[in-house]
């Protein structure tokens, strides 16, 4: 049995149809693929806008994020803190220890705590931390 043109017309556009919607589905797995990999970047950059502002992106105030150092963590900031206090001659404020370190103010107040020979002058916000040599 020969084909008519008709019929051969039906064949034709089942398989252009066919591998449209082939194509289609190809182009929203990419979509899909980008858009993940856009939230997952907008995200990070989100994340560092709260940490360097202390905002969110709408300007309301970023929730602060806490997490507990490990002991390992805190004995490395008891040296680090010393190394930080012994290298300003003279003396250095806790904000500028903070700064210095990256840490949060109260894990550097508790390592200065833990520091031997640490000698403070000034009270509130011009105390300045000085090691005894």
Known sequence: MELNALDKIKLIQEKADKEIEALKQEA????????????????KLQLEYEHLTGKTVTGHKAQP???????????????????????????ISMGKIVKESGESTSAVRDAIS??????????????LYFLNR
């Open 65 to 91: 994020i806490r997490r507990r150092l490990t002991n390992e963590e805190k004995a490395s900031l008891v040296v680090k803190v010393a190394g930080i206090i012994k290298a300003a001659t003279d003396g």
């Open 28 to 43: 929203i797995t990419g979509l899909c693929k980008r858009i993940a990999e856009t939230k997952d970047q907008l995200a």
């Open 114 to 127: 833990q520091v031997k020979g640490i000698t403070k002058t000034g009270s509130k916000a011009t105390t």
